[in-house]
Each structure stands twice: as structure tokens, then as C-alpha cells.
């Protein structure tokens, strides 16, 4: 797409009315031309300021009282307040402490995770540093910076590592990001753990997730990332792209 | 005794809700949660998932408040943007789509509530609307459609047997137009970006 082309369309694209391939053209292009990206920061000033007119469409009406609360709930409890499991019961569940009846094949799986965390931790490190302005950072450096903590490795088949999962003893944990590319409109990145030899959902991702929370139980042996159709659904629909085994640590 | 947070900009808010301010961003909900909740209503014309929609954005808002560019607009065309591009997300979902089509014809459209009175700045409200009213009708049917009715700029030229090279610049000129006017009508530069 030229950049005339991009120019013609930069008002559809501050309305969201293009379609998804060609918004992913022309967000490239507004990163790196200046004049683009003006106008599409006035474009979405304007279309800011409609929201404002109450004629154009339905009347305005304000949020329920309720949804206030709901906010302040949801922020007051950061490791869920990003990831919406969708299975209520397992929100329900209480994380128990780890037993260890199989402490022999735990050792030699930590023994692997082990070898890996030396240089990893320090490559996480610098990751939680690039977003220290946002207080999930803040969370997830605290948690690496616990000697308790557990990273898994979650690699595609093929053994390439797609993200990370970051465990804390308590069981409040955070999904790393390592390379899965944004996906498309109507979808949505959705993790899963298989917990009793049941897959389980951990909740949606979103379409470009970068630093997540969500909540380990002692149950859970290996956590799954695929995609998924935008809300999420029960049961996975679509092959994984990328997994890793928990172990658990003292 | 605690700082006020009711004079301080929208970039400072953000500031302090990257410190893990929670009155920071309850002070920003206070100003653009009716905004925020307007758009999506008006887009969802569904109480519950306009509410879904605006709890999304402001919870990400404290969960990511780097996402902020204060050079790249101001707070409230950041938390629309957001806001619309997650709407219109919603509404291109197939269930989605079903849903809001069963609930448009089983939900009364009388209003409920007035949440300018409330939430946002009549002045700048009634402004807009003169403006708004001001532009070519062909212009704000294209932009309405658009940005309020979640189409493509490819269904509207369908939905009015249109070129699509003639919407993408009804649009483009309505938003233009609307700028300009806007400008002159005394927003300030956070206020139109220009």
C-alpha cells in the first residue's frame, strides 16, 4: 500500500472501519511516517469529541453504579484481575500446598528447568525492566525476585519458545510473552492448564498479550496457550502452539 | 491529610496510576467513564457488555498505563480508541452480532439515565452536536455508520450503493472538516490534536 493509499484511508482506519488486514498495513505504516500519524491522532480526537454528541445515534447513558466497585474489586486483586477464568469452579479452587509423592521425578524435571533459569532469569529481568511503568512489572519482577518462584518454558512442537510462565509459591502467576504474534480480529490468545488429567481453562489472553496474570493450583501439570475465537470457549477447538510443564517447587 | 487529585492533568493521573495510585484512577473513571460507557452503549445498545467493555478498558488502563502516550493525544481520545476498537471487536463477533440483533429488537431505546449532566462537559457536548449538524449529510451518514454503527468503510459503500474510494473520502473530510471546525470553536489543542 503506497503511501497515498494509506493517507486515503487513515479516517476509516481512526473509525476502526478497515478491515483487519489492511489495519495491520497501515498501523506499519503510521509508526514510522510522522504526517500519517498526526492525522490519525487528530482523526481519533474528533471521533473522541462525537462520542460526546448524544443526537448522532442512541442517547448517552452512564455505567450502573455497580461498575465502579467492580473496577476497584478487580484492581484490588491484581492476579486475577486480567485473565477471566472462564470455568467458575476452578476460580473457586484454593491453591493447596504441593505434595511431593513423586519428588523423584519432580527433582530431575527441576533439575531441567534449573539449568535453563540462569541465563532466562536474567533475560526476564530485562523484559520486567522495559515495562516498569506499568504496576503488573512491578508484580512480576517481585515475583522473580522471590527465591521460590518457578518459570516454565512454554515451547511450540516444533521447540521454539513462544512465552513463559512465571509461578510464584502462592500460586498467582504471569504469562510472559516471547514472540506470538498478534492475532487476527474475532480472535483471542486463551490459556489452559490440564489439571487431574482434565484440560481446564485459565481464562483469554487477548489478541497480543504481553505480561498477564492469572492463578496456579497444585492440580495443574502443564499449562497450554492456543487461539481461540474472541470471549474464549470451554474446550479447546484449535491445536496448541505452545506448552510447558509445571514443577513444582518448594 | 491526601493531595488533590481533582485539578491534576490526565497525564498526571496516569503517573500516579502507574505508581499503583487506585484514587488516580478512580479520579480518571470520574471524568471519562461516561464517555467511555456512551460509546460502547451506543455501539452495543446493550447495558451489561457496554459495561464489560468499559470495566476492560479502565482495568487495562491500571494494568497498562504505559500504553499512554501523552504525545500521541489526549487520555479521553486514548481511552475512545480503546474503548471503540474493542466494541467493534465485540460486534464483529458472530455471537455477538446475533446477540445485539435479538437485544435491538427486545430492548426499549428510551434513555434511562443522563449521564452528561453527570459526566461530561455540556458545553463541549452541545458544540459538537452544532458542528456535528453543520456537516455535508452525505459526510456524517458515512461517519456515522462507521464509527457508530461498527461498519467497514466497505459495507457502508454497500449499505449506500456507494464507490468505495467516495466513502473512504466522505470520511476522511467529514473527520477533517470536523477538526477544523472544532479548532476554531475554541478546543484546545488536547481537545482536537491539532
Known amino acids: 500500500m503506497t503511501h ?40 481519533r480526537e474528533v471521533a473522541a469529541l462525537l462520542a460526546l454528541d448524544a443526537d448522532l445515534d442512541a442517547p448517552l447513558r452512564e455505567p450502573s453504579d455497580a461498575l465502579w466497585a467492580s473496577i476497584a474489586t478487580s484492581i484490588a486483586a491484581p492476579d486475577v484481575a486480567v485473565v477471566l477464568p472462564l470455568q467458575r469452579h476452578a476460580r473457586r479452587r484454593q491453591f493447596v500446598k504441593p505434595t511431593y509423592s513423586v519428588l523423584g521425578a519432580v527433582a530431575a524435571a527441576l533439575l531441567l528447568v534449573v539449568v535453563g533459569l540462569g541465563t532466562y532469569n536474567h533475560h526476564l529481568s530485562s523484559q520486567v525492566h522495559n515495562l516498569q511503568t506499568n504496576s503488573l512489572s512491578y508484580q512480576l519482577e517481585s515475583a522473580l525476585a522471590q527465591p521460590t518462584h518457578q518459570t516454565v518454558l512454554m515451547r511450540s512442537p516444533k521447540g521454539v519458545q513462544k512465552a513463559s510462565a512465571v509461578i510464584t509459591k502462592t500460586g498467582t502467576a504471569y504469562f510472559v510473552d516471547h514472540g506470538l504474534a498478534a492475532t487476527g480480529h474475532n480472535k483471542t490468545y486463551q490459556l489452559w492448564a490440564i489439571s487431574n488429567g482434565q484440560v481446564i481453562s485459565l481464562g483469554v489472553l487477548g489478541s497480543h498479550p504481553t505480561l498477564v496474570s492469572f492463578k496456579v493450583e497444585s492440580t495443574m501439570s502443564t499449562l497450554m496457550v492456543n487461539v481461540e475465537p474472541l470471549g474464549g470457549v470451554a474446550s479447546p477447538t484449535t491445536p496448541v502452539l505452545a506448552q510447558g510443564a509445571i514443577v513444582n517447587v518448594a | 491529610m491526601e493531595p488533590s487529585l481533582e485539578n491534576q492533568s490526565d497525564a498526571s493521573l496516569v503517573i500516579a496510576v502507574a505508581k499503583s495510585d487506585q484514587r488516580a484512577l478512580e ?40 500504553r499512554y502516550d501523552p504525545e500521541r493525544g489526549s487520555l479521553r481520545s486514548f481511552l475512545c480508541a480503546q474503548a471503540h476498537s474493542r466494541t467493534i471487536d465485540y460486534l464483529r463477533a458472530e455471537t455477538a ?5 435479538d437485544l435491538d429488537a427486545a430492548t426499549p431505546s428510551g434513555p434511562r439515565y443522563d449521564v452528561e449532566a453527570e459526566v461530561v462537559n ?9 458542528v456535528v449538524a453543520q456537516l455535508p449529510a452525505n459526510e456524517r451518514r458515512a461517519i456515522e455508520l462507521a464509527y457508530f454503527q461498527g461498519m467497514t468503510y466497505r459495507e457502508v459503500a454497500e449499505f449506500l450503493d456507494e464507490p468505495e474510494g467516495t ?13 477544523l471546525q472544532l479548532a476554531r470553536a475554541g478546543f484546545t489543542r488536547n481537545e482536537v490534536g491539532q
Open chain 1, 4 to 43: 497515498d493509499e494509506v493517507r486515503s484511508l487513515l479516517g476509516a482506519y481512526a473509525l476502526d472501519a478497515v478491515d483487519p488486514r489492511e489495519q495491520e498495513e497501515i498501523a506499519r505504516h503510521v509508526e514510522l511516517c510522522p504526517s500519517c500519524l498526526e492525522q490519525v491522532i487528530q482523526h
Open chain 2, 27 to 66: 479520579e480518571i473513571y470520574r471524568r471519562h467513564s461516561g464517555v467511555v460507557y456512551g460509546l460502547a452503549n451506543r455501539l452495543l445498545r446493550n447495558q451489561a457488555p457496554a459495561e464489560e467493555v468499559t470495566q476492560e478498558i479502565f482495568v487495562r488502563l491500571w494494568n497498562e498505563p504505559s
Open chain 2, 97 to 101: 452480532r446475533r446477540r445485539r440483533h
Open chain 2, 122 to 130: 455540556m458545553l463541549a457536548a452541545e458544540t459538537v452536536r452544532v
Open chain 2, 167 to 179: 466513502i473512504k473520502s466522505r470520511i476522511r473530510n467529514g473527520l477533517s472538516t470536523l477538526h
